[in-house]
Every structure is written in structure tokens, then in C-alpha cells.
């Protein structure tokens, strides 16, 4: 009972101490100062130029702010435009994220099969609903390619090209095969492949979170 009341009073004492060196004022004036920042930010991405709106996404996404980048990001890709869609994809996949690929297995012919052969290797997991995850980090930029590779392929991924992105859509290879991807309103890359004894297998790669 004393441990409980001596903890309780120290909590107070604390809170007491936080109200009195911060004032509501003071906090009311930090937290317009940081929203109306980034009410700025978004003001130059929604700039009615187009040209300054894709320039302030791109310098923004190179900025390596996190807060800046997630907006520029999702920004981009929830636009209606497919050329801003790419430019926000392209510096996402610049950056070097580890993109998880979901794949849902429950209505393929022989899913066993499949995760053995293209799962396992990939050190990937599958749950007991039947739904696959692999991880894979997006490695460098190839110029003479027009695609991102991996990282790691060294230790038995894929060589090569590993992404190419248009404005209709990303291309992702994975386990000797091209997948065809599109940007669906939840900021999720979807579409389909083929696999081992397997055909229309669903992927998706949460892109915006």
C-alpha cells in the first residue's frame, strides 16, 4: 500500500512539474507552430503548377526527413495523376525499403508445392491461413537496365533486375518470373503471377503506410 500511495505522489509530483513549466499557451503555441510547418508543406504539394507540385514532392522525398518523406510519399502515390504516381514510387523504391510481398495461397492448385519451391528459398514464411510473406530490399538503381535491382542476391536471390516501374504500372521479378503490379486505393501494390504448378497467384506490397 505505501509502494502504490509513493508511486501515486511522484506521478503527481510530475505532472504538477510538467504543467508548470509548460504553460497551455506555450503548448497550444508548439503545436500550431509544427501542424501550420506542415500545413506548408502540403500547401507546396498542392501547388496548382504542376511542374513546382512534382518538384517539392521530389525534393522532399530526397530530404531524408522521415515526417517530409512519408508525405511526400503518400502524397504522390494517392494521386490521380500516374506520372506523379511513378515519380513518388520511383523515390520510395530509391530509398532502399524491404518491401514485404503478401501472397495469398488459399485457392491455388498445389500450394504446398509453391511454398516449397518459391517461398522457403527466399527465407520467407507462410501462416496457417494459407497467406505467404517475403521479405526483399530493393537494392541500386541500373541505368543502362531502367530498373532497381536487389540487395543480397549474393546469398540467393535473384540477379538482375528486380524492379521496373512505368506509369502503368511496376514490374517486380521474383523467382524467374515478372509480376505485374498497380497502385490500388489503400496505397497497396496488387496484381497477379505465376509460380511453380501455379498460375493467377494474388500479391500484394503495402507501399503506403
Known amino acids: 500500500m505505501k509502494t ?3 508511486s501515486a505522489i511522484i506521478a503527481l509530483i510530475s505532472s504538477t512539474a510538467f504543467a508548470q513549466s509548460v504553460s497551455v499557451a506555450d503548448l497550444r503555441a508548439q503545436i500550431d507552430a509544427r501542424v501550420g510547418g506542415l500545413n506548408e ?4 504539394l498542392n501547388d496548382p503548377d504542376p511542374a513546382r507540385s512534382m518538384a517539392a514532392m521530389e525534393i522532399m522525398m530526397a530530404s531524408g526527413d522521415p515526417a517530409l518523406v512519408k508525405m511526400a510519399k503518400d502524397y504522390g502515390i494517392f494521386s490521380p495523376n500516374a506520372a506523379v504516381r511513378k515519380a513518388a514510387l520511383d523515390g520510395y ?11 495469398d495461397l488459399k485457392d491455388l492448385r498445389d500450394a504446398n508445392y509453391f511454398a516449397m519451391r518459391a517461398i522457403e528459398p527466399y527465407s520467407g514464411t507462410v501462416t496457417t491461413e494459407n497467406t505467404a510473406f517475403v521479405q526483399i530490399s530493393v537494392g541500386d538503381w541500373v541505368e543502362k537496365d531502367q530498373c532497381f535491382t536487389v540487395n543480397g542476391w549474393e546469398n540467393g536471390l535473384d540477379e538482375g533486375c528486380f524492379l521496373r516501374n512505368s506509369e502503368n504500372g511496376t514490374s517486380l521479378y521474383f523467382f524467374g518470373r515478372w509480376w505485374f503490379l498497380t497502385l490500388n486505393d489503400q496505397g497497396e501494390l496488387t496484381g497477379s503471377g505465376s509460380g511453380p504448378r501455379n498460375s493467377g497467384i494474388p500479391i500484394s506490397i503495402q507501399v503506403a503506410q
Open 4 to 6: 502504490i500511495l509513493a
Open 41 to 44: 508543406y502540403q500547401e507546396l
Open 93 to 103: 523504391f530509391a530509398s532502399g525499403p524491404v518491401l514485404e510481398m503478401q501472397f
